[in-house]
């Protein structure tokens, strides 16, 4: 069963057939369970917002099927416009990035938004994805490790922009993310110990520097001192119990203001139960595996490069919002890719994830393509 | 890239380095999925969340936090317990018509006013009480209404279901549960977090029995106050403790503060006569006053500018036990000037705790009033209890020390198994306990106490008539007393003291208007041993103990000094006790 046949040779039949179509109905599923999510979690916290109960619902709704629409159509594109794709964006969104403090909306203490065309965008959203694949790009056109120092330029580059903003969650993310890639280009193993080492520093330099880190983490390490985010969101999954309290029947999302975005784990685990967190988590992981697995395969190393640091992206952004939920790690205000609510960055996150698609399929390559 | 012939293959090795990479990549994400989900499912099967939860929801929170500890009496009988209750509370937003919901439901909600309603129903709120603690019937009405935007809260209310009988002892707690007063202040910690019941050394078989003689007495003789305690002598259990007034603690707000006050813990008072039993314990212990020594009361004693007399004056020379038997206070003043005098008084007042406030597992502990310059004239009156102002459970405690076997008995509200194990501080010797005892026994037997005679049981006791202090700074103003009985029984083997202080009686027919403590307290006495002794399977006296107590009594001839007449005189024979 199936729209095409084999033998066609047309674009969409190309698509289809070299297409890994199990991540793509891996994605779709997650922008299901994220749509469920969204009724589940959101009306009370619109209520509360002063606005109609289905505010984020529609929102997330009229931005999901542009997303999908995005998603495919950038996994249409061959490689080498990925890469034009991901040079155009990069220009673009890192100008806006740069002029964000200038020009930015300022939100819970962040200037991290700046109005476009009448839509809120966060442009460091659309700038990682597009960071990723030029990084790649410039590690993977110099033989071994010469492409590092530009890529490191680069990277450094949207780093000082991103601290400024300051979105430090991001920056760690980027941070973490440009470190894999170097891991897989072949940086060799005393490097990667003494980047590791330096990434530990940045932390804690980070620590020191910021107030509002410094108060999170102390928060996190004294086990007397529960945040009130954390503590709720914790019974909240111990509520739900293996088979949850119920759609609809969640309570976490009358306390939590953030119940629907960096706390929806919580809001699904309590209303639907752990063994349905349990496939949710195991449908992210599945996503990254199979795409590692497609990277491992790949016969490109712009193709590995991109899609390892893309799959990283994902992957480090779905577990870091997990382990926060389950009070793994520290606050941190990082959101659950496609499940969490999202206006714009739902279409920054279709632009990543249709990279992808388009850089794991069959026969991929940068070089020696037309 | 382009035109570089050998770039695909450099590019290919790269690829084929990289795979070992991305298999590590794929192993470590695979761990980090893996202990993430390791983690979910520990705290689900976990039944306790693995750090702090606490959670808005409220009925997990009711589930998860334990209740307040039951109170029970010595034997497990019920004395406070919890019952969940509903609150109604409503999302004004959330009703469809806030106005008429208002209507409905203060027609069916008792002290409910829909006025009220209406203003707390503003719009633009989201939350609003509508009523605590609904009856179940209420509750059955709201929900008949189905109307949205309503909620019930449940709650824990603390209930007593003894009522009135204990309340002093008790106390309550507030709206939140906390304790406010009484054992639930006073343990309110170990209340909040251990459940298990917290029994008290209350019998509230013997607290019935109390308050209910208590307060007909309490009415007859239209006191403004009373005090009745029954404590075991031994362990210092106390098996009840009465304060009158008193009030329900299922609705303390409408207790008023005379009912609040506790005025055997709290309340310091003058305790007059009955003091004399320390003064008499204090001078046969100092071995300078004996049984057979004789004082002179024929008339007044002065000191500096005052005159000391006596109320049932002799006027003659009176032996010791004469003295203690009619409550003689030229004697007793004598008897404390040969025993020592002030520095004697404060050494045993101090011994026997009368100094500072008692250790009890109260919040009311009243902090008695001690002299500050022990001239003569305060030795005089503290003699026979005046100048010091202690609570009633001070000197129940006392007496109970001092009647069984002379060691310091601390009181308590906690049942104790088994006896104290502290050591516990000598207070006299064991010789002065047995002729202590029989001069109590005296007192009941021949002298002001007669009225706490009853045929089952040997009682030992001393009667008090205090005079209150007036409403001015100095001086007594001579009208109101402070009447009471302390008795020891059975008084050859004490298992109970048994106080009772009534805050000035008025005397009746019944009393030929009298208001002394022998009068009106005695008999309050008597009735509470003759009804709670079977009760707490004390046997009868046998009639060897009371043919004992006789061969130690002599009768002998005396002279009224006042009338000229002959008399009963008493000594004691001490004939190989």
Not at chain 1, 103 to 126: C, H
Request: proline letters at 6%; one cysteine or more.
């Amino acid at each position: 069963m199936s729209p095409f046949a084999r033998t066609n040779r047309g674009l969409l039949a190309n698509w289809w057939w070299t297409l890994d179509r199990a991540l793509l109905g891996g994605l779709l599923v997650i922008a299901l369970v994220g749509v469920v999510m969204v009724f589940a979690s959101s009306p009370p916290i619109a209520k509360r917002l002063g606005y109609e109960e289905t505010r984020f619902v529609v929102k997330h709704l009229t931005f999901l099927l542009p997303a999908i629409l995005l998603l495919l159509g950038t996994s249409l594109l061959a490689p080498r416009g990925v890469l034009r794709a991901a040079f155009l964006l990069l220009a673009g969104f890192g100008l806006l990035l740069a002029l964000t403090p200038f020009l930015g909306t300022e939100i819970k203490g962040a200037r991290r938004w700046v109005s476009v065309a009448g839509l809120i965008l966060q442009p460091s959203e659309f700038v990682k994805p597009a960071l990723v694949v030029v990084s790649a790009w410039l590690l993977a056109r110099r033989p071994g490790m010469a492409g590092a120092p530009q890529a490191a330029a680069l990277t450094g580059l949207m780093l000082l922009l991103l601290v400024i903003q300051p979105d430090l969650g991001m920056s760690v993310l980027v941070l973490a993310v440009f470190g894999v890639q170097l891991f897989v280009a072949g940086l060799p193993w005393l490097l990667i110990g003494g980047l590791a080492g330096l990434g530990v520093l940045g932390l804690y330099a980070a620590y020191v520097a910021f107030p509002h880190v410094q108060t999170r983490i102390d928060d996190f390490l004294d086990p007397t001192k529960e945040s009130y985010q954390v503590e709720t969101s914790l019974s909240a999954v111990t509520s739900g119990g293996l088979f949850g309290r119920g759609p609809g029947e969640g309570v976490v999302k009358f306390y939590l203001p953030e119940a629907h975005s960096d706390f929806v784990f919580a809001t699904l685990a309590e209303e639907f139960g752990a063994i349905a967190a349990l496939l949710v988590l195991m449908l992210f992981g599945f996503i990254v595996l199979r795409g590692l697995w497609r990277a491992y395969e790949a016969q490109d190393r712009f193709v590995q490069l991109a899609a390892v640091g893309l799959l990283a992206q994902f992957g480090l952004q779905a577990l870091v919002n997990i382990a926060v939920n389950l009070n793994l790690l520290p606050t941190k205000g990082m959101t659950l890719p496609f499940v969490s609510y999202g206006g714009s960055s739902l279409l920054a996150l279709a632009i990543g994830m249709g990279m992808l698609l388009a850089l794991t399929r069959v026969g991929a390559r940068l070089e020696g393509a037309p | 890239m382009t035109g570089d012939p050998d770039g695909g293959g450099r590019a290919l090795t790269a690829v084929e380095g990289g795979r070992l990479r991305v298999r590590l990549l794929a192993a470590i994400f695979a761990l980090a999925f893996l202990s993430v989900g390791i983690r979910l499912v520990d705290m689900v099967s976990d039944a306790t969340p693995v750090r702090s939860a606490a959670s808005g929801d409220e009925a997990a929170r009711a589930a998860r936090v334990p209740a307040r500890a039951e109170i029970r009496d010595r034997n497990g009988i019920l004395l406070a317990t919890n019952v969940q209750v509903l609150s109604l509370t409503a999302d004004p937003s959330e009703l469809p018509d806030p106005d008429a919901a208002a209507e409905l439901l203060a027609a069916r909600l008792a002290g409910v006013e829909a006025a009220e309603l209406k203003r707390r129903f503003t719009v633009g709120r989201r939350f609003a009480w509508v009523k605590r603690e609904l009856t179940p019937a209420e509750q059955r009405a709201v929900l008949e209404l189905g109307l949205p935007g309503l909620d019930f809260r449940i709650s824990q209310r603390r209930l007593y279901p003894q009522r009135r009988l204990a309340s002093h002892v008790l106390g309550f707690t507030g709206v939140d549960n906390q304790g406010l007063a009484g054992i639930e202040l006073a343990m309110d910690r170990r209340l909040r977090e251990t459940p298990e019941p917290l029994v008290t050394s209350l019998d509230i078989r013997v607290q019935e029995v109390v308050r209910e003689t208590l307060l007909r007495a309490y009415r007859r003789f239209r006191a403004i106050g009373a005090c009745a305690i029954v404590l075991d002598a031994r362990s210092g259990e106390l098996l009840s403790l009465v304060s009158l007034p008193d009030f329900d603690p299922n609705a303390y707000e409408r207790a008023r503060p005379a009912e609040r006050e506790n005025r055997c813990t709290g309340g310091v008072y003058e305790l007059g006569s009955l003091f004399k039993v320390i003064t008499a314990a204090m001078a046969l212990e100092s071995g300078e006053v004996g049984l057979h020594d004789r004082f002179n009361a024929s008339e007044p004693i002065r000191i500096g500018r005052n005159r000391i007399g006596d109320d049932h004056a002799k006027a003659r020379w009176l032996t010791v036990p004469e003295i203690f038997a009619f409550s003689s206070n030229v004697g007793t003043v004598q008897m404390a000037f040969a025993a020592g005098g002030a520095a004697s008084q404060q050494a045993f007042l101090e011994r026997l705790g009368m100094t500072r406030p008692l250790e009890i597992e109260l919040v009311q502990r009243g902090r008695p009033l001690v002299p500050r310059r022990w001239i003569d004239i305060v030795s005089a009156t503290v003699s026979f209890g005046h100048g010091i102002a202690v609570t009633p459970l001070h000197f129940a405690a006392a007496v109970a020390g001092l009647s069984t076997d002379g060691r310091r008995v601390a009181p308590t509200l906690l049942r104790r198994d088994g006896p104290p194990k502290e050591p516990r501080v000598r207070l006299v010797s064991e010789r002065t306990v047995r002729d202590l005892r029989w001069l109590m026994w005296l007192v009941v037997e021949k002298g002001t106490g007669t009225k706490a005679r009853l045929p089952a049981y040997l009682i030992g006791g001393k009667t008090g008539t205090a005079d209150k202090p007036g409403k001015g700074r100095r001086g007594y103003d001579g009208e109101a007393v402070i009447a009471s009985f302390v008795g020891v029984f059975p008084i050859e083997d004490p298992r109970y003291v048994v106080l009772v202080t009534l805050d000035d009686p008025e005397g009746d027919e019944g009393t030929f208007g009298f208001r002394y403590g022998g009068w009106t307290a005695a008999p309050v006495v008597a009735t509470i041993v003759d009804r709670i002794g079977p009760l707490l399977g004390v046997a009868p006296s046998d009639p060897g103990a009371r043919q004992r107590f006789f061969a130690r009594l002599k009768i002998v001839p005396a002279m009224n000094g006042r009338t000229g007449e002959m008399e009963e005189g008493l000594a004691a024979l001490d004939a190989g006790w």
